[in-house]
């Protein structure tokens, strides 16, 4: 697939200049997830990029768990990013776990402070924030910034030994209170939490900060080019000065870019952990949650997300992508693979009063019109079927041409059929509608004597099978997830509309995950959570058409 990968792509032309000129012999990426929730598109993003990278240029991309901080992380997730990345079509070189550095990274913590470059200091969260400045002041330095390396390493080993409680000392890099760049004013690079970590259990009490751990974690693994996002930009000195100062021979570089995001979607695992915990959704799976294992659920193909990160590109600039986009890429690829059948979502029942009771007779539907090698499929029509509720109106306003009385329509692979008449229920609405058919209209026959305006499905009543049909729109309302703070009250309320109809009896055969196009209503897969030997529960994944436009 990499050889598909050739949208602009600045990062690209990095990797190769490096390649060409002899800063790099080979190129080593990885994907670092934090494993305390699912990976969701954006994070697609990312595994396309760094993947597809190292394939091109014939490198290697590791899988590393960035599981530095014991509280909210978890093995449920660990196993559920492996799943992911493995179903999205990638295989990394090699596992790792960024716990298992975390002797190499004390080490290295000492190494700073037996070179004068950190020290502990034992001011409070809220006196370091002070201390730090703002963006037109300079920071001021810690009464502790001058501790003798003795003391120092002292009190380091006694922060790891257990010896104080959370938040009362911490590790700072001694680099400069003054620095325009606020990430260079003594950061901190350890901190004490006594909490037990899903690898390391309880061996440590005292973890690396993001900005110390992550360089390292990097130079350790050899990695080459290390491809984060924006936000990290002026991160990179800190990056930089702590491979240089921690003596580290592999020199990784840091290469920025914007993450992806889309409109009526949240892409963050804070968020999207709310969602689960709050139960709007019911899990992380959940068809309408944008997560990877949500749009398998759904019946979203691998290849459709691929394709759809490749198109978007990688640049520095931040934009919000439309994600009736991914739809596009979904739709492609369901149009080669679904085979095409009938489903009637809302019915209404249909007597065909001049059809034979007691009469069934098989009709041969194409299953792909657009494909006649997909041959035909056996479909059994009698005098009564079910069509859609939406397909009859008592009373049609201008240019509805489906049925109404006295009009006649076309019923798909079989005949034309003429509604005369309707019954209702004591509420007034229509629950039954007669209608007789053309023996001679019969699909297929090559008849010319009439044309009808319209086709619609059906279903015949003695062989339908159940099904439930799960139809989705976004969870939130706002078309950008910035536009509010709190999301949770921007829920759309009817992301989720069930109905109860019917599809043609082969459907009784159809698995867990199969994908379908119902005539005129879209791609829909067979949903694994609600799916019973007894229940056949549809997920809609796409509608058939929409205005979106590829720009090529
Ligand atoms: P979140 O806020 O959703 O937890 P994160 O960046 O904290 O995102 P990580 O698990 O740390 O999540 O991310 C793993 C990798 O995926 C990182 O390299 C990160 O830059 C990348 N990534 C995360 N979100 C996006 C996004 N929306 N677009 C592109 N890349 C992303
Ligand atoms: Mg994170």
Redesign the pocket.
């Known amino acids: 697939m990499s050889e598909e990968y050739n949208s602009s792509n600045f990062i690209k032309n990095i990797v190769k200049q490096d390649l060409e000129n002899g800063k790099r012999n080979e190129i080593i990426t990885?994907?670092?997830?934090?494993?305390?929730?699912y990976?969701?598109?954006?994070?697609?993003?990312?595994?396309v990029?760094?993947f597809e990278l190292a394939d091109e240029f014939k490198g290697k991309t590791n899988l590393r768990f960035?599981d530095t901080n014991p509280v909210k992380e978890d093995t449920e997730y660990v196993e559920s990013?492996e799943n992911d990345v493995r179903w999205l079509g990638y295989d990394w070189e090699n596992l790792y776990f960024a716990s298992n550095y975390f002797d190499t990274m004390y080490e290295k913590a000492v190494l700073l402070i037996k070179k004068g470059k950190a020290y502990v200091c034992d001011l409070t969260g809220d006196e370091i924030k002070e201390y730090r400045g703002t963006l037109t002041e300079p920071g001021k330095e810690s009464p502790y910034r001058n501790r003798t390396v003795e003391e120092n390493l002292s009190l380091f080993d006694q922060m790891k030994n257990g010896d104080f409680k959370d938040g009362e000392k911490v590790l700072r890099a001694k680099i400069d209170m003054t620095s325009p760049n606020i990430n260079m004013r003594d950061p901190i690079i350890y901190r004490i939490a006594h909490s037990e970590h899903h690898n390391t259990g309880n061996k440590w009490c005292i973890y690396p900060m993001y900005d110390f751990a992550h360089p390292l974690e990097d130079a350790i693994e050899g990695i080459t080019h290390s491809?984060?996002?924006l936000?990290?930009e002026d991160h990179r000195p800190l990056y930089d000065w702590v491979v240089r100062e921690c003596e580290m021979e592999n020199v990784p570089q840091q290469i920025e870019?914007?993450?992806?995001?889309m409109t009526n979607t949240v892409?963050?695992?804070?968020?999207?952990k709310l969602l689960v915990d709050e139960n709007v959704v019911d899990g992380w799976d959940d068809p309408r949650m944008p997560t990877i294992a949500g749009l398998r659920r759904k019946g979203c193909p691998a290849v459709a997300i691929r394709n759809f990160c490749k198109e978007i590109g990688v640049a520095k600039a931040a934009s919000v992508v439309d994600s009736s986009m991914l739809d596009y890429f979904i739709r492609e690829e369901l149009n080669k693979e679904a085979p095409r059948t009938m489903a009637v979502l809302n019915p209404l029942k249909v007597v065909i009063t001049n059809y034979p009771e007691g009469e069934t007779e098989m009709l041969e539907i194409e299953n792909n019109p657009d494909k006649p090698e997909e041959g035909k499929r056996l479909v059994p029509f009698s005098r009564e079927i079910y069509i859609e509720q939406e397909d009859f109106m008592e009373e049609p306003p201008k240019k509805y041409f489906r049925l109404f009385p006295g009009n006649e329509v076309r019923l798909k692979g079989a005949y034309f059929v003429k509604c005369n008449d309707f019954i209702k229920d004591e509420n007034g609405k229509v629950m039954e509608i007669h209608c007789t058919y053309d023996p001679e209209t019969k699909s297929g026959s090559g008849f010319t004597g009439r044309k009808v305006k319209s086709t619609i499905h059906w279903i015949n009543a003695a062989t339908a099978v159940e099904a439930e049909f799960r139809l989705y729109e976004p969870l939130l309302l706002d078309e950008n997830e910035d536009a509010n703070k709190n999301f949770l009250e921007n829920i759309n309320p009817n992301s989720l509309n069930v109905l109860h109809g019917y599809v043609e009896p082969l459907m009784k055969d159809a698995k867990k995950g199969d994908a379908f196009q119902f005539f005129r209503h879209g791609y829909f897969n067979v949903d694994s959570k609600y799916t019973t030997e007894d229940k056949l529960v549809f997920n809609r994944i796409v509608s058939l058409k929409s205005s979106f436009k590829l720009n090529k």
């Open positions: 990885r994907f670092p997830p934090e494993p305390n929730g990976l969701h598109i954006g994070h697609a993003k990312s595994i990029l760094n960035d990013i491809i984060c996002t936000e990290f870019f914007a993450r992806l995001n892409m963050s695992k804070r968020k999207l």
